[in-house]
């Protein structure tokens, strides 16, 4: 069964969606996009070319869109601070709901947002892409093989040269705490699935240099002691002279028991102890990977099997790390995550 799909955001990233991400899943027979909705008539280009949506079918205003097409879901991949209002409407039209990271904009609009989603009988999926990009994958499946005994630590190193205002994107160098909320919420996230556990304590240190054309913090550096002990460093920066890890790029070391594994660039290392050579490990390969495979993931789940891992409720622990790890910067001490999180869920109650 192809299930009907309103497309919200076709400009920025919501082009890759539209050229790269759900055309696959579309040949499939997964998925029908019925409609697609964005504020700027020229990104709506984006879906009349790529998906093949009339212009008819393409609109400048979401309940518009909602209004004339019966959908099964919709998409969410627009600024993090209208979130709330897309996924208000569409649970509004009863569809189930495909979001880009972050939940939201603030730890308390994706708790209220997860909320709402529970009261409606509704399942919502959080796009985490970097998490299930085919060199991540294939190192997550090294360190949890057990192959190499117990994992001690994770150091995870993300370097770019995007001072100069745009260069990120307009809308990144004008919203607070934009590495935390648009960056880290990715590695961050990624960091705690490597180590197999939830986050227990968080500690960072976040600022903006005086040559950095954004409005909030573009450096940090974070500590982590997840539940399960292990503990992980993490160098984030959007605004050095030289983008040494940036997008797709990330340098990531798991340090075992028995092996050090390293990902630089897309390329995965493994140097056994106590005499072992470097050697390097291939890739897993499969069809899709990272938001592709993300689309499927949420319609099997629509299908009837288990949750994806993404889904709105355990994606809660992603927006957490990030807005701990912001808390923990204005304040100078260190954030127990859980404890954070349980009162904000609490709070965000519906």
Not at 336 to 342: D, H, T
Request: proline share 5%; glycine share 8%.
């Amino acid at each position: 069964m192809a299930y009907r799909m309103i497309q919200v955001g076709c400009g920025g990233f919501g082009s890759a969606w539209c050229a790269t991400f759900l055309p696959p899943n579309v040949r499939e027979g997964l998925i029908h996009p019925v409609a697609a909705v964005d504020i700027n008539p020229e990104a709506l280009r984006n879906a009349q070319e790529h998906l093949g949506l009339p212009p008819e079918r393409c609109y400048t205003d979401l309940q518009a869109a909602l209004d004339a097409h019966e959908a099964d879901f919709c998409t969410v991949v627009v600024p993090p601070a209208h979130h709330e209002a897309v996924v208000d409407a569409a649970l509004a039209h009863d569809l189930h709901i495909l979001s880009e990271k972050p939940i939201a904009d603030t730890l308390e609009a994706s708790c209220r947002i997860a909320a709402k989603v529970q009261a409606a009988g509704k399942k919502m999926g959080v796009t985490m892409s970097h998490r299930f990009r085919q060199d991540i994958t294939t190192l997550r499946r090294q360190v949890q093989s057990g192959e190499y005994g117990p994992l001690d630590y994770l150091v995870c190193r993300f370097t770019c040269e995007c001072r100069r205002f745009g260069s990120w994107g307009k809308f990144r160098h004008e919203i607070p705490d934009t590495l935390m909320v648009e960056g880290s919420v990715h590695h961050l996230d990624l960091i705690a699935d490597l180590a197999g556990a939830k986050c227990d304590t968080i500690y960072a240190q976040t600022w903006n240099p005086t040559w950095g054309e954004f409005a909030g913090d573009s450096q940090g550096l974070v500590i982590m002691q997840m539940e399960n002990a292990t503990r992980a460093t993490y160098e984030g920066a959007k605004t050095n002279a030289a983008g040494l890890n940036c997008w797709g790029q990330e340098y990531l070391r798991a340090e075992c028991k028995g092996a050090t594994l390293i990902l630089d660039r897309q390329r995965i290392t493994c140097q056994d102890w106590p005499n072992g050579d470097p050697h390097e490990i291939e890739h897993l390969q499969q069809p899709k990977w990272a938001n592709t495979w993300l689309i499927e993931q949420f319609v099997r789940w629509l299908d009837g099997d288990g949750p994806m891992a993404t889904n709105v409720w355990d994606n809660l622990q992603s927006v957490a790390l990030v807005f701990a790890a912001i808390e923990s910067g204005r304040t100078g001490q260190p954030v127990k995550v859980q404890e954070f999180l349980n009162a904000a869920v609490a709070a965000g109650e519906v």
